[in-house]
């Protein structure tokens, strides 16, 4: 079976991230018949979640694997549940309508250069995707680090406590050594 790869950002971020050049790079140089997709996700919720799944509809026949990042690990859990595969999430955000409250108002984004402003209705359209219940808790693999400064890691750890989770000491939000999990990532995602 073909099998794809799907790496989301963050919020604030986009595919030329460390994070998401390291997996290229990785994934170039050990698995280059794995088809990568790698997008610039947009700021706002709705358009961000109908823009990722008509990315993936296309691949729903083939293995999928997802990475996601921050906000990208919030839109792979909500993709997984119409999209099943499997996901590895790297800190994500576990309820970003409540984090991203603070962020209301005009935000210029560093990669893109693009203005865009956030609204109060965003927030609403980030809880409207909050996954309620895992369909496949056990195809989740939730790597934390306990000194993230921009999420609390433990509420990863109650959200994802049915899926195997790794809470690793230290660490920030970038999560410190991410390259060095990359093979076992890809055992998790594709049995290699």
Wanted: charged share 15%; aromatic share 10%.
């Amino acid at each position: 079976m073909q099998q794809v790869l799907i790496y989301l950002h963050g919020f604030l971020s986009s595919p030329q991230s460390v994070k998401c050049q390291a997996t290229l790079d990785y994934m170039a140089k050990h698995h280059p018949d794995i088809t990568i997709v790698a997008p610039q996700v947009p700021y706002y919720p709705n358009e961000a979640i109908e823009t990722l799944r008509e990315l993936v509809a296309p691949h729903k026949d083939k293995q999928i694997g997802y990475i996601g990042s921050s906000m990208g690990g919030f839109m792979s859990t909500q993709l997984m549940q119409q999209f099943p595969g499997k996901a590895v999430l790297i800190n994500p955000a576990v309820t970003p309508h409540i984090l991203l409250s603070d962020y209301l108002g005009e935000h210029v984004h560093p990669h893109t250069n693009e203005s865009f402003t956030l609204v109060e209705a965003h927030m609403q359209q980030l809880a409207s995707l909050v996954v309620a219940e895992l369909a496949q808790p056990e195809n989740f693999w939730v790597l934390l680090q306990e000194e993230d400064e921009t999420l609390d890691y433990r509420e990863a750890v109650e959200k994802y406590q049915n899926s195997r989770v790794t809470v690793e000491a230290g660490g920030d939000h970038s999560f410190q050594g991410y390259e060095n999990h990359l093979p076992n990532i890809m055992q998790f995602l594709f049995e290699r």
